[in-house]
């Protein structure tokens, strides 16, 4: 069963709250998300989905409005100033460690695959952040990704995520941006030091870009991090979303993302060879193509043409296999005239096919057999219908037709 691959072109960076609008783009209900958050143990906040232009594009806004005294009440602690992806704002904190929010969603009635990606992807951040600040994973006390807007994002992308039935995840290289934010530890450089770990942990490949300013967020990149792999080199789009960010940038501030389906490869893949000769006799030409056919190309060939000075000439093709390049090319130089030797990569479709043996009554024969739809043909071997009619000295084209009729009755 084909696979539903995600893939996310984070070409403006990427956060908790743009994927989640890219994933409601996608199609992912507006009903089932806040289904999914009722089951939350979470108050003091206000989701808001609705459209936006982003340099001209149509995109899903996202945000998670936090409701001040509420929100105060529901977290207790202390203020201070937060900077995060829905805006910089002042706020109090419970320091939650990543057990503490471990323990809430296993209490909250979330759907299996729900509850999976959730706790994947703060364990991501918690692994990050524990290296960043010397403790074990379990103890880090969350001042920026425990607050309730980055809890209901996670819980939101995985929510959405499930709904839409992605199996795999696949991201393209992650612009970033540069200089320093400000947040509950101070000034830090951009990337901040979360999203650096995250990065180097789980292979992610960042691009800086000249823009100022933080364009990937923890949350951004632990949803990045669920990438089984990069995009196939040939796919189809079947749908697409996107997602807009809070900031103002050069480049729209959209994550975009696509359910994508992997092309199918044709058969097989092969390279062309060819050069150009009018200065090597036939005797050579002949001798380098039985080289090139005993190393292991599929074919090589003659084609009379004429080049510059009116020249009759050859051109000489030989398919091959990639792997089979340099020394297809090693025999073309060293046997040959040519100084230089051209090539392109070609696909051919091919019929699937098997040998069998026929038995005649004057001896076995080996016989191809194609298949096409439900139609089956046979073609004798021409080493084996050369053998049987010497052996006989019976001609050619009689020993084909009797191999032939033998290999249509066997199967009848």
Known sequence: MEKTTLYLECYSGISGDMTVAALLDLGATEENLRKTLAQLPLTGYEVRIGRTQKSGLDACDFD??????????????????HSH?????????????????????????????????????????????????????EAVHFHEVGAVDSIVDIVCAAAC????????????????????????????????????????????????????????????????????????????????????????FPRANVLRAMLIEEAKEPEEKLWMLESNIDDCSGEVLGYTVERIMEAGARDAFFTPIYMKKNR?????????????????????????????????????????????????????????????????????????VKRLAKEQGIAYREMYQIVLECANTKNK
């Open 161 to 248: 995520m499930e709904e839409l039935g992605i199996d795999r995840v696949v991201v393209s290289d992650i612009w970033e941006g540069q200089g320093h934010v400000h947040c509950q530890h101070g000034i830090l450089p951009v990337p901040v030091p979360a999203v650096l770990q995250i990065a180097a942990g789980h292979g992610l490949t960042l691009r800086q870009t000249e823009q100022q300013g933080e364009m990937v967020t923890p949350t951004g990149a632990a949803v990045a991090a669920l990438s089984e792999g990069r995009k196939p080199e040939r796919f189809t789009v079947k749908k697409i979303g996107l997602g807009a960010g809070k900031k103002v």
């Open 312 to 384: 009759p000439a050859y051109q000489l093709s030989v398919l091959c296999e990639e792997e089979q390049i340099q020394e297809m090319n090693a025999i073309l130089f060293r046997e040959t005239t040519t100084i230089g030797v051209r090539r392109y990569a070609v696909e051919r479709d091919v019929l699937e096919r098997r040998m069998e043996e026929v038995v005649t009554p004057f001896g076995a024969a080996e016989v191809k057999v194609c298949f096409l739809g439900n139609d089956k043909m046979r073609y004798p071997e021409y080493e084996s």
């Open 85 to 137: 992806e829905h805006g910089t704002y002042i706020h109090t904190h419970e320091h939650r460690t990543w057990r503490d929010i471990e323990q809430m969603l296993d209490k909250a009635d979330l759907k299996p695959r729900v509850l999976e990606l959730s706790k994947q992807m703060f364990q991501i951040i918690a692994d990050a952040e524990g290296k960043v600040h010397g403790r074990p994973a």
């Open 64 to 81: 998670v409005i936090l409701e001040g005294d509420a929100h105060a009440e529901e977290l207790g602690g202390h203020s201070h100033v």
